[in-house]
């Protein structure tokens, strides 16, 4: 018997069951064309906000955060999720941080082999972070020793670095220096403000320091308080930017110290 042809708008190839669609296929992206010639675009972003969670969920687990760097480095998506605020905040609060160092009067120790964090710490010696403090406002020469006329290291707490320089003296001797917290490993600082004229005049007499010579001030970075009443809104990127730097002197009658909170200015 006489077959009709097939119809010219159908091929051949059309009546062949089309190919299983894996269920891990990138939610992101359009599904596969059949045609050889369409390719599927890169996944540049997770459309669906319950994937984003359970990714989120799922990277929680890591062991550190090495495995979250080698994570976020498979695609876009995983990166975006990685380095987000808020997942970043989680993130810390169940990963207690990772020891590569110490930072002394001498500059930077990284740790050392064995030790599982020392190619972390290697890295972050020679390329991340920047112990010579060359971002700060020039003059930019930083001293560990309290040279003059250089950035001084005086405190380290938290990944921040109080560090403090003329010009203000006294009869040869610092009483108001000016200061700055950096923070090393991002390359950024922010300048302190100069304590105002009208306390400033308060401080009569001040005596010398017996450990650092030509110094009539010690500067120091303090804790930054937890608000004592849930009503105290504390914004997460403010309690984790935030910090306390305390300036104190002994004055011939009295001991004098003023504060200064960078969430209050």
């Given amino acids: ?51 984003a969670v359970l990714l989120e ?93 250089c950035w001084n290291v005086r405190d380290i707490r938290g990944g921040r670095v109080l560090l403090d320089r003329g010009p203000k003296r006294e009869k040869g001797s610092v009483v108001f220096p000016e200061l700055a917290v950096s923070d090393p490993l991002h390359r950024r600082y922010r300048l302190l403000p100069p304590i105002p004229d009208d306390l400033a005049v308060l401080v009569r007499d001040a005596l010398d320091l017996t450990y650092s010579p030509k110094r009539r001030c010690q500067v120091v970075l303090g804790p930054v308080p937890v608000p004592a009443f849930k009503e105290v809104k504390v914004e997460p990127e403010d309690e984790e930017t935030s910090f306390r730097v305390i300036w104190m002197a002994q004055c011939r009658t009295k001991p004098m110290a003023f504060l200064y909170s960078s969430s209050t200015g």
Avoid: W
């Fill in 57 to 149: 969920d799922i990277f929680l687990l890591l062991p550190g955060a090495a495995d979250l760097v080698r994570a976020s480095a498979a695609c876009v998506p995983f990166r975006q999720i990685a380095t987000g605020s808020s997942f970043l905040r989680r993130f810390r609060k169940t990963h207690s941080p990772s020891f590569i160092g110490f930072v002394d009067y001498h500059g930077f120790r990284p740790a050392l082999r064995p030790h599982t964090s020392a190619p972390i710490a290697d890295a972050v010696a020679r390329a991340a972070a920047d112990f010579s403090f060359s971002f700060l406002p020039r003059p930019n020469r930083c001293s560990f020793t309290g040279d003059a006329g």
């Fill in 1 to 51: 018997p006489h077959r009709p042809p097939l119809s010219p708008l159908v091929s051949a190839s059309a009546a062949q069951p089309p190919p299983p669609v894996s269920i891990l296929q990138d939610p992101c992206t359009k599904p596969p064309s059949t045609g050889s010639r369409e390719m599927a675009a890169p996944c540049t972003s997770i459309l669906n906000d319950r994937l």
